[in-house]
């Protein structure tokens, strides 16, 4: 079965399409605005873009590395290599059912952002807060809009990877570059724009703690897809003569420039209509509709395009998710992939139920002080993606064979690649800093 889904890639960028495709979702243009507005802004932001950078990058060119190696996916990888490790394998697994615990609940307000853009919601810009706070919290209407994101998924990778995603891919994603453009120059030219710029660019380094570190690497590797298995499986599709850094680097430039665009979109308006940086999930969904809502007839229109578009990213990155989850039941239980699709959507139907009843119905039932919705999130960056991409780094470096991996990056040695400044930072320096962070990260929560 993977076997299929590798041959179903058409072009060879199809593999650079796919992984951009899982990178870029709403881990970008949702989550990192309002990551950065609730951790101090800028400070933030500089720390970011040296994880992923650094620490991000290195990690992808592993993972890529790994899966191409031992042409398997996540679980297989490990298991092919040492029995010992399959554990990683699985967590990766355990991680795509914890992500797609609350993705999709967003995903499904993506679509009825879309739907609503065009059916009244701009009418009245004061009340778009109300609005969203109610919309979320209600019991039924939520759960039609996730169910609906979720049969996309389920279609679309039940058939295995089509040519239809592809195509999207190519179409939406240039154009929801273009709409952030077009929404970025209205938000820049708002009265009050530049309390925005200044959150974004000037740092205030004594903002950072432990607490602010975790939460750049932890939105590093949830950004970048890693720490899971996701980019392994990619990587599996990918041809031996493919250049493997190159890519990696074109994935991740692509991956912090559009995060970096939504914050620049974002912010501006968030200080220009007065809104609370630190508002947290809702923060795209009413700022957004707020900036179109003043934008006159044209308003709806670029509303429910934005949407669109937010929803085309946040699909191309759940079916990822999804195809890890499948891939598992596929290789490791022998089961077809209907099967494997059906029983691992229904799993994370039921999650994305309870997490959207959480920010209602549910509010009162917590564990470890939050609800499911905040639990599955936190989960999933704080602590599996972390522990996980810690985990590929030691693999690649101290199990694998060195020369292995050597051969396998640098494609026999005929690509250039600083091979033993990579190789020394996955083997020594990642694996501390991702201590050291995780552990100063949990000492500050506590304070
Ligand atoms: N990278 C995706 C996003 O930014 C989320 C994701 C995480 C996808 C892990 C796959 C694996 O929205």
């Known amino acids: 079965m993977i076997e299929k889904a590798r041959e179903s890639w058409t072009s060879r960028l199809g593999f650079i399409l796919a992984a951009a495709g899982s990178a870029v979702g709403l881990g970008n243009i949702w989550r990192f605005p309002y990551v950065a507005g609730m951790n101090g802004g800028s400070a933030f932001i500089v720390v970011y873009f040296f994880i992923a950078l650094v620490v991000g990058l290195s990690i992808m060119v592993a993972e890529f590395t790994l899966g191409r190696y031992t042409k398997l996916s996540a679980v297989g990888a490990f298991k092919s290599i040492s029995k010992r490790w399959t554990f990683a394998g699985f967590l990766g697994f355990l991680t795509a059912f914890i992500i797609m615990g609350f993705y999709p609940v967003v995903g499904g307000w993506t679509l009825a952002y879309a739907f609503k853009s065009v059916t009244g919601l701009l009418r009245n810009a004061e009340t778009l807060r ?29 058939r295995g990877i089509s040519k239809g995603i592809e195509l999207a891919n190519k179409i939406l994603m240039p154009s929801l570059l273009l709409l952030l453009l077009a929404i ?50 990619y990587g599996s599709y990918l041809k031996k003569e493919e250049n493997i850094p190159a890519s990696a680097f074109v994935v991740t430039a692509m ?102 009843l959480s920010l209602g119905v549910l509010s009162g039932f917590t564990i470890l002080g939050v609800g499911f919705f905040d639990l599955f999130d936190l989960l999933s960056d704080k602590v599996f993606l972390t522990v996980g991409g810690l985990l590929v780094a030691i693999f690649v470096t101290w199990v694998v064979k060195k020369e292995n991996i050597h051969m396998e990056v640098t494609n026999n040695g005929t690509v250039k690649f600083p091979f033993a400044l990579w190789y020394n930072l996955v ?8 201590g050291i962070i995780t552990v100063t990260g949990i000492i500050s929560a506590h304070q």
């Not at 039924?140 to 389920?154: R, S, T």
């Not at 999930?281 to 700022?287: E, H, S």
């Not at 083997?427 to 991702?434: A, E, N, S």
């Open 427 to 434: 083997k020594y320096v990642i694996p501390v800093l991702i």
């Open 255 to 356: 991956d912090t420039l559009i995060a970096i665009l939504a914050g620049l979109v974002i912010f501006p308006a968030v200080f220009a209509f007065g809104v609370e940086p630190a508002t947290g999930p809702g923060l795209v969904f009413i700022v957004v509709p707020q900036v179109f809502a003043k934008l006159g007839v044209f308003g709806p229109l670029f509303s429910l395009l934005f949407f669109l578009a937010l929803f085309v990213a946040a699909l191309t990155s759940s079916i990822s998710l999804l195809e890890v989850a499948a891939a598992y039941f596929i290789d490791q239980k022998g089961w077809n992939r209907k099967k494997a699709v059906l029983v691992s959507s229904a799993i994370m139907f039921f999650m994305s139920i309870l997490s959207s």
């Open 130 to 158: 109300d609005a969203f706070g109610k919309f979320i919290t209600s019991p039924v209407e939520p759960i039609f809009w996730l169910a609906l994101f979720l049969a996309f998924n389920v279609i679309i990778v039940a």
């Open 184 to 233: 970025g120059l209205r938000s820049w030219t708002l009265p009050g724009a530049s309390g925005g710029l200044e959150f974004l660019f000037k740092p205030d380094f004594s903002k950072i703690n432990g607490n602010v570190l975790l939460a750049a690497l932890g939105q590093a590797f949830f950004s970048l897809s890693l720490g899971m298995g996701c980019m392994i499986t």
